[in-house]
């Protein structure tokens, strides 16, 4: 069971049986000031019955309003491990300052992310915002890249072409790449482990495994 609550201009206890209706809102559409089409309720509630649960609304008058919803869920019969990697204190302190990671990744949000998560480590790290740009980088920085971290789906150039062109670039095949993928079956992941990727993590982004997998493949040395 889950609740979203607000302290707004509550609803009164006549009105409560039609919040759900389309295109209904509390205030009166002549005198109101809070803008809005009156479908987002609609909307959430067929989702939650969609989803097999039930969703209903409390509230209390110039005080707030609370609206909870249920959702079933099974329990997993197995845990695919995301990695081989062991899971890390993400309070270790790692000092990665001589290490430099290229990080393919179009979405901001998702990059700011794992600025944060590399935040205290000291490495340094540099972006390519689709799998073109990541190649070109790679082809005039290569010497200096310990690792690299690769979106799956890009625009111009997705991860796995990106990884492939990578390949041939780097013969010696000495420098990880490990995908960013929101691919969550198994045979998929088993696909891009195929395609030449050392590794893989899972989105949502596990800060502790991202932290764990990155201080295990900066260990590798190049020849």
Request: proline share 3%.
């Amino acid at each position: 069971q889950f609740f979203v609550r607000d302290t707004g201009i509550g609803i009164p206890a006549d009105k409560l049986d039609t919040v759900f209706n389309m295109f209904l809102q509390v205030d009166d559409f002549h005198t109101k000031k809070y803008t809005g089409t009156g479908v987002g309720l609609t909307i959430t509630k067929k989702l939650v019955e969609l989803l097999g649960g039930k969703i209903w609304v409390e509230s209390e008058l110039h005080k707030g309003t609370t609206i909870y919803f249920t959702t079933p869920f099974k329990i997993a019969q197995k845990t695919i491990k995301n990695s081989v990697a062991p899971i890390v204190d993400s309070q270790e302190k790692n000092d990665w300052s001589s290490k430099k990671i290229l990080v393919a990744e179009d979405i901001d949000s998702n990059y700011t992310l794992i600025q944060q998560i590399f935040k205290h480590t000291g490495v340094e790290l540099h972006r390519a915002i689709n799998g073109k740009e990541a190649v070109d980088y790679f082809k005039e920085s290569q010497n200096n890249i310990d690792l690299v971290l690769m979106d799956i789906q890009m625009p111009v150039m997705n991860g796995v072409e990106a990884l492939h062109q990578i390949v041939e670039i780097d013969k010696d095949k000495n420098i990880p790449v490990v995908a960013l993928t929101a691919f969550a079956y198994e045979h998929e992941r088993t696909q891009l482990i195929s395609e030449g990727f050392h590794d893989l993590i899972v989105k949502p982004i596990n800060h502790h495994l991202l932290l764990a997998l990155t201080k295990k493949y900066l260990r590798i040395k190049k020849n």
